[in-house]
């Protein structure tokens, strides 16, 4: 039965499920700064606000391996910090919430890089590439979508996948 349960089939009548097991942060984020931080593609990625205009948010990434780092506002108009090999603000930004979420461990070990002395960001020795911008803002704003659903006792279709209260730990 248990085999069964971690299949996501019920013991009567075979019916199936998907659950995703959420993970928590290791501390609670403030979401003004990085609104948006995520461990995919192969990249660090997120969306990272402007210090200067309320109204410009900018795309950021650090590449597993290379460490090779982008930064970009969301109709890819380049970062003005961004250097040959030195890393931005929203970059560091980025690294700082991303050890909050994940972990210091987690993100090291996801970008392949030594955590050391525990400045992950200062331990990445890439250098300025490009990289889309276009799939991370497009997922933020799909994101930003669901805090405007009104509340409903019955599921959204579109997520499905994400576990009832209680259902997984």
């Known amino acids: 039965m248990d085999a069964e349960r ?3 089939r019920s013991g009567s009548g ?5 659950v995703v097991r959420v993970v928590r942060p290791v501390r609670p984020r403030k979401l003004a700064k990085v609104p948006f931080v995520e461990l995919a593609e192969g990249r660090l990625q997120g969306v990272v606000s402007s210090g200067s205009d309320l109204a410009r948010v900018y795309v950021s990434s650090i590449a597993a391996g290379s460490h090779d780092f ?9 970062c003005g910090g961004l250097g040959g090999s030195s890393m931005c603000k929203h970059l560091r930004s980025l690294v700082d919430e991303a050890v909050i979420q994940y972990g210091l461990e987690r993100v090291a070990r996801y970008l392949k890089a030594e955590s050391g002395d525990g400045d992950l960001a200062g331990a990445l020795r890439g250098s300025k590439a490009s990289a889309p911008a276009a799939g991370v803002f497009s997922r933020f704003l799909r994101h930003l979508s669901y805090l405007e659903v009104p509340g409903a006792a019955e599921p959204l279709p579109e997520m499905h996948w ?3 209260m209680g259902a997984a730990n």
């Not at 930064?71 to 380049?78: E, F």
Request: charged share 20%.
């Open 6 to 8: 971690a299949a996501g």
């Open 14 to 18: 075979g019916e199936r499920r998907s």
């Open 70 to 78: 982008s930064c970009s506002t969301n109709n890819n108009r380049p």
């Open 162 to 164: 994400f576990p009832a």
